[in-house]
């Protein structure tokens, strides 16, 4: 059974960055992606990330483009998504989640296993 546990979230003013990371455990390696939603206030969650665990294609949505990287450690079964360039836009609860599904593009797929979340406030 997939197991996730975030950690990493936090306060950070306009412009600054956090690193959020996701260990996992219990997954099989076949078709699985690991990913990043998050969910503000009012808002639907929405997919932000995602990285296959197969072979480490990634997905970014148009807002985080270009802000935020993710990576993957194998050693360590642990995710990792660097926010830069932090935008009061992204506040909102970050969420890990594995996926199975064939591609990561839309971090679209059957969730097997959501983390807790881990709470981002990014203030201007």
């Known amino acids: 059974q997939v197991q996730l546990v975030e950690s990493g979230g936090g306060l950070v003013q306009a412009g600054g960055s956090l690193r959020l990371s996701c260990a996992a455990s219990?997954?099989?390696?076949?078709?699985?992606?690991i990913g990043w939603f998050r969910q503000a206030p009012g808002k639907e969650r929405e997919g932000i990330s995602c990285?296959?665990?197969?072979?480490?294609?990634?997905y970014y949505t148009d807002s985080v483009k270009g802000r935020f990287a993710l990576s993957r450690d194998n050693a360590e079964n642990a995710v990792y998504l660097q926010m830069n360039s932090l935008k009061s836009e992204d506040s909102a609860v970050y969420y890990c989640?594995?996926?199975?599904?064939?591609?990561?593009?839309?971090?679209?797929?059957?969730?097997?296993?959501w983390g807790q979340g881990t709470r981002v406030t990014v203030s201007s």
């Open positions: 219990g997954f099989s390696l076949d078709y699985l992606i």
């Open positions: 989640a594995a996926l199975r599904s064939t591609h990561v593009a839309g971090c679209v797929g059957t969730i097997e296993a």
């Open positions: 990285i296959s665990v197969t072979d480490d294609s990634t």
